[in-house]
């Protein structure tokens, strides 16, 4: 016979951990998952004339206004702190974005 009494109560250390940290994970992937249905606040966007105007936030208590002037192919950026001040931050050849967003960047690449 086996002389080992096993008490069915009593949990092993190792599954304890385990158990815990299952609990942890589970609570971790619920908080994730909360946030999911949270609505995202763009701005604005508008049209005027040719420009295409958007706003966003930037965190902060500052927001991005972003200028599109398709004439010369060109993004105007904008910061407005608190609502109150207007700061100009730079002005952005398009072509340029993308070429950069795609990797490309502005040197020559050897072949």
């Known amino acids: 016979m086996n002389n080992q009494s096993h008490d069915a109560r009593r ?3 190792g599954a304890a951990v385990l158990w815990a940290s299952a609990f942890v994970i589970f609570a ?3 908080a994730q998952a909360s946030r999911l249905g949270a ?3 763009a ?3 508008s049209t005027v004339g040719d420009f295409t105007v958007l706003t966003a936030a ?3 208590s500052e927001d991005i206004l972003l200028a599109l002037d398709p004439r010369s192919d060109r993004v105007l950026v904008y910061g407005i702190l608190r609502g109150q001040s207007l700061d100009f931050r730079g002005s952005y ?3 340029e974005l993308f070429q950069s967003g ?3 960047g ?6």
Request: proline share 7%; charged share 20%; no cysteine.
């Open 93 to 95: 050849e398009l072509s």
């Open 106 to 111: 502005t040197q020559r690449r050897s072949r």
């Open 58 to 60: 930037a965190g902060n």
């Open 39 to 41: 609505p995202a606040y």
């Open 102 to 104: 795609r990797g490309g």
């Open 11 to 13: 949990v092993a250390p």
């Open 43 to 45: 701005g604005d966007v």
């Open 28 to 30: 971790m992937i619920l």
